[in-house]
């Protein structure tokens, strides 16, 4: 499917809304929700969970079809947050059938080369893309985190860099690997990111539209966590269209396990706050050899120069 297609047809596939909370009703509470012109009522009991659309019409019939989006959005929100007055802004997908985000399998790609941000899935990232391969670690006991990025690009020699932080957020610490990849990457219109934190690939491929929405606000009236940090990663994504694929933590990857084990040395490490241990894996074969022996995983090195091999 080309990009011209796709970036085309973004403004159908994402459907902005406007919720209020009108009242309570019969053990829950009357809803309006609103799409330029049109309207629709619903009754949502936060006890039982149970959603009701009121009336027919074009509008209904949408909320019909997203039932399940629509839900999420309700049974995510806090007691707090029900009360009459309440405004909401949000987004559901007209085809999430087709899009299939929410599949941990697919390959999520953040297209913003065109004039509206585009997100949509792939059976395999595209050949032949630089790929950036990230993990974060925080060490409780010394309150240190650290996290790692491996580069791989087209027709060179792959890059690893390490850094330490004080940041106590695990989910903070893997935002930040994933910008600092960016950063490493900035000269490509098109790159890959392997993680394995679905904070991250949720956040800025679902989230983030409900967030800006709403002034930076969640869905339960409160404000965004790391808002500066995802403000920076949204900023670094401009004009470009990036891949998001989602690994299983400790399982055999080879490049998320070395990210892993270089992520929790640098959070182990007292002396230095905030480094960059840049190496080249082609001129450190010995050393990461060490590495992976000592953390049990011989093949994983083997793996890395395989898929070195291909570019």
């Known amino acids: 499917m080309s990009y011209t297609c796709m970036s085309q047809s973004r403004a159908k596939d994402l459907v902005r809304l406007k919720m209020v909370i009108l009242g309570k009703e019969d053990g829950g509470y009357r809803m309006r929700i609103s799409h330029k012109n049109q309207k629709a009522w619903i009754h949502y009991g936060p006890d039982n969970k149970t959603l009701k659309i009121q009336n027919e019409g074009q509008l209904a019939g949408f909320l019909y079809q997203t039932r399940n989006q629509l839900e999420s ?20 997908e007209k085809n999430p059938t087709e899009t299939g985000i929410h599949d941990k399998e697919k390959t999520i790609v953040v297209d913003k080369m065109g004039a509206d941000p585009l997100v949509y899935t792939q059976s395999e990232g595209t050949a032949k893309t630089p790929q ?17 990025i491996i580069l791989r690009e087209p027709h060179h020699t792959s890059r690893i860099e390490t850094f330490q932080t004080k940041k106590r957020s695990s989910n903070l610490i893997e935002l930040m690997a994933v910008i600092r990849g960016l950063e490493m990457a900035r000269k490509y219109r098109r790159v890959q990111v392997v993680t394995d ?33 995802w403000k920076q990663l949204d900023r670094l994504m401009n004009n470009r ?32 706050k905030n480094y960059p241990l840049t190496k080249c894996i082609h001129k450190t074969k010995s050393a990461i050899r060490g590495i992976f022996l000592t953390i049990n995983q011989r093949s994983s090195i083997n793996t890395i120069r395989a898929n070195t091999q291909k570019w």
């Open 241 to 272: 269209c990036v891949e998001f694929k989602w690994v299983r933590a400790h399982e055999k990857h080879a490049e998320n396990n070395l990210c892993d084990h270089l992520a929790k040395q640098a959070a182990r490490n007292p002396r230095k």
């Open 197 to 229: 934190s679905q904070y991250v690939i949720k956040g800025i491929s679902r989230w983030i539209y409900h967030w800006k929405l709403n002034s930076w606000r969640t869905a339960n009236a409160r404000r965004v966590k790391n808002k500066k940090q």
């Open 73 to 92: 959005i309700l049974r995510n929100k806090k007691d707090h947050s029900f009360y009459p007055g309440f405004k909401l802004r949000f987004v559901l």
């Open 132 to 148: 950036i391969f990230t993990d974060g670690s925080f060490q409780p006991a010394r309150l240190n985190g650290g996290y790692s």
